[in-house]
């Protein structure tokens, strides 16, 4: 009877619990009537779906709950609780602190990368600061990037990262990072207000350039902020960017020279970029903490290293930033100048004028390490340069030759190693016609590097050079329009006379520096030599006949070499378009001689008693008066030197005439009167 | 004191037309010289140099077409003086020419010469000259003929678009070396021979100033030209033509006048025989 009422009383006991069981499990299923049979973790949720479960680790109270909705609903819920937590898998519950769980396992990839990291050496190290995958991901609720409830989404990033990289934070204030205030510099930046006030997810959070797991310190080689790589990271969505700063810098040069370029965040600070220039004072200000004392010295050679704010900021280069242009400096040391081992390498971006610069003389001597040679700053300075429109600035047109007689003046440094037949070339451009204009003030006139030009100057042996033999024509053709066409139409155009031999150019004429009007005394005068220096048999005639004969006593009016044959449109007396021609010539002469007529011209300005062939009459009428002169001379000298003796003779006898006639007067005073004429005479 | 007595009566050789014309004679012709040389002699440095003080080729071209005026001027006057000397004393030309007085060369001056060169090697007296000696009837038509034609090939030098349009322009270069030839001709002539025969012989140095003066003593009548002496004599004109001689202060600037175209002269000659035997080109 006991027995019995004991086991009713199991089975009733067991039938009641079962009861309650299945009411609550009914329930549930009602509940979530899909999951209840297969939901993963169902059995832990049992307990760690209690809000309230917690426990206690390190003295601190750590809530042990898990939102079982969310799970359900992440991109892990189909692998279960220990799908992740593998270490509890049979375990029996309660069970213990479970094992860290490796998303490793899995994700390897990002693992790896994030091992690399800098996030991840943090760990290594056991920096209790340093971000596991649940600080950025969470755990529990993981979803997909795109899924706007996940924790990387775009629109959190910058708060994800910002937990940490804010002002304020530990990480912030206990850890060494060159930026400061990120979060807040970000946005407000044009990439952060995008994001975050736009609502543009495209726009770039921090992960965009710094990666998600391959966080790197931007001293790191790999690191997707070094200098190396930075421009590859802003092009990703930056793609055309380069079409933009072409002006400074050619695209493809950002990633073949990124060590010596400018790179993006120079110009473009990071978080705090905008899509207009601002000020880039911060920088300029890190430097100027020093070099704004005027007493710095370079501890090598004691060199200056003060730096004058004020010229950089009149300068041509006041939006360029210091470390534009002393690109190697490091902004995580403290003296961030104290990796720059290269000097300042304006080819950078100055691509173009760098490698023109590269072939001149000048730069083929810097190659060199010629320590005459002149860099860029030699002729444009450093911190105070201006461009060639400011009057003040040392390329400005007025002050080009005093800039090149520092080293090209005689008995300067240039000077004194040039071997060549250019003299004085300073003193003779400044008298010229084009020193004259400079000085009145007409900067387009010719300075030195018009000609010369400013970055390719070479050696006038040089067939590239602008003021090679062959180049001439061109070069001053650049400014003395329709001249060249006429000279290039004329004889002494190779085109046009098919001569090999050294025909004349501009220069030869005109001299190289000391060029002067030709209307000026001096070129009308000089010119009779000069183009008697290749025509020199017919240069010597023309001395033979009037024209010459008083132009050689300075008379300019009278016609010289071109004012017959034309200046630059020197053709053969042949050639009917010549100014000589039996057409034109008339017309020449009459350009002096009104009134002249093709008779006229008939007189033989080239005219020589030399040439019997040539000039027959010429020739005769010279040898026939010379013979009337020597005829003339040869009889009247002997005539002369004949009576000479007797002249002589004649001379002594009167003497003693004299002399008897004063002996005489003495004696008879009545002779007197005619013997005082003698006297008289010899004595007067 | 012999200058209280100065009113000495002298023999009068020259008008003063003459004398005056001389005087121009000098003047236009060391100026033409002057100025004429430094054109055909401009290969030589003294020639810039002379240009340059004359102001210019420009000026000295003006000078020189001056002077040339004037020694047409004279040429012209004198030869207005034979015509009226024909009107005055003369009937014909013929008379004139033909005449004691004519600078016409004629049998006797041959004979004088032969007799001259005689003397020279001392075959011979000194011939009796009369009022010109053949040597002066020869400079005296060197520059008639050198007027003719210096003068002409001058002139179409000068005005060269005109004649062209009667001769080719290529005679300008043939009328070129007559006029600089002849010039250097009647330079070299009057600055040398002439100089010496007339104003610096031995017997008469330092300077025969007759032609300035005009008067002669009348012993160097008798010693230089003894048969004009002699006619004067017979003909009983002498005394007509003795007039006083000018006081000693006339006479020393004449003298200073004349050593001036002399040194002149002398200089232009050692520049040409410079500019010829050295400098020619």
Redesign the interface.
Known sequence: MAKTKITLRKWRLGIIVATFLIVIFALRFSERPVRAADAPGAECLACHGDKGMSTTRAGKTISLYVDGKKFATSVHASFGCTGCHADLEGKDFPHDKPAQVKCGTCHSDEQALYARSLHGKAITRGDPLAPRCVTCHGNHDIYSVKDARSAVAPLKVPFVCGQCHQEGTPVSRNRQIAQDNILGNYSESIHGEALLKKGLAVAPTCATCHTAHSILPHSDPASSINRKNIAATCTKCHSQIETVHRKIIRGELWEKQANILPSCPDCHQPHKIRNVFYELGMANADCMRCHADEKLRRARDGQSMYVNLDQVTHSRHSKIACSQCHSEVNASRVRPCETIVRGVDCTSCHDEIGKLYATSIHGQLTTKNDPNAPTCKECHGTHGILGKRDPQSSTFAVNVPGLCARCHREGQKAAVRYTGTQHEIITNYTESIHGTLLKNGLTVTATCTSCHTAHQILPRSDPASSVNANNVPNTCGQCHHGIEEQFENSIHSKRVSGYSRPLPVCNDCHTAHAIHRTDENSFRLNVMGTCGRCHERIA?TY?E??H???S????T?AAKCYDCHGAHDVLRVTDPRSHLSRANVAATCQKC?????R??????TH?T?HDPKK?P??FY??WG??G??LG??VI??V??L???????Q??RE?RVAEENAAAELEKTPAQ???S?????G?D? | MPKVEAAERQFVRFTRLQRILHVCMIVSFITLALTGLTLKFSYTKWAAVLSHLLGGFESAGYIHRSAAVVMFGLFTTHLVDLYRLKKREYATWRALILGPGSMVPNRRDLTELVATVKWFIGLGERPAYGRWTYWEKFDYFAVFWGIAVIGSTGLTLWFPVFFTRFIPGSFLNIATIIHSDEALLATGFIFTVHFFNTHLRPEKFPMDITVFTGRMPLEELMRDKPREYEALVASGKLEDQMEEAYPPIVTRTIRAFAWVALALGFGIVLWIIYAVLFAYQ
């Open positions: 010597a001395f006949t009037y010459g004969k008083v050689r006593l300075g008379y009016k001689h009104a009134g002249a007529t008779r006229f011209a008939g007189y033989l005219a008693h000039y009459f010429v009428t010279f008066m010379t009337l002169l003339t001379f009247g000298g005539h002369t004949l009576w000479l003796p007797r002249a002589f004649m001379r009167l007197k009167s005619a005082t004429m003698k006297e008289e010899p007067a």
